[in-house]
C-alpha cells in the first residue's frame, strides 16, 4: 500500500520560506514524476510544480522564480522550497504521483497517489 506523507507546512508571515517534505512509503517512484498541488477553500485544487524522475521541472506562472521543487530518490522524497511567500499562497498543499514514465504531469488526472496534505498559512 503506497502512503505519501506531507509535513513542513506551518503559519508564516508574507516574504518568509518554507521547506515542504514528503515520504513515499510502500514502493520506490524513481521513474514517476512527483508534483506538489495546492487547494485554497472554496477553490479547485492547483498545479504547483512537478519533478520528472531526472531534474526536468515544471512551475505554475504564479510560483515559478519563488519555488523550487527537488527530489531525492534514495529516500524517496520530493521537496518543496517556497521562497517569498504571499498571503495567496495560502492553502492545503498535498504531493502526488504519476504514473510510471509519465511525460505531461501538471494536471490532477495525471496523478495516482496522494498524500493527506499540509497546511500552509502566510499572514500579512
Known amino acids: 500500500q503506497v502512503q505519501l506523507v506531507e509535513s513542513g507546512g506551518g503559519l508564516v508571515q508574507a516574504g518568509d520560506s518554507l521547506r515542504l517534505s514528503c515520504a513515499a512509503d510502500?514502493?520506490?517512484?524513481?521513474?514517476?514524476?512527483m508534483g506538489w498541488f495546492r487547494q485554497a477553500p472554496g477553490k479547485e485544487r492547483e498545479f504547483v510544480a512537478g519533478i520528472r524522475w531526472s531534474t526536468y521541472t515544471d512551475y505554475s506562472d504564479s510560483v515559478r522564480g519563488r519555488f523550487t521543487i527537488s527530489r531525492d530518490n534514495a529516500k524517496n522524497v520530493v521537496y518543496l522550497q517556497m521562497n517569498s511567500l504571499k498571503p495567496e499562497d495560502t492553502a492545503v498543499y498535498y504531493c502526488?504521483?504519476?504514473?510510471?514514465?509519465?511525460?505531461?504531469?501538471?494536471?490532477?488526472?495525471?496523478?495516482?497517489?496522494w498524500g493527506q496534505g499540509t497546511q500552509v498559512t502566510v499572514s500579512t
Open positions: 502526488a504521483v504519476a504514473r510510471d514514465f509519465a511525460t505531461v504531469f501538471d494536471q490532477v488526472y495525471d496523478y495516482d497517489y
Open positions: 510502500g514502493r520506490s517512484f524513481a521513474t514517476h514524476p
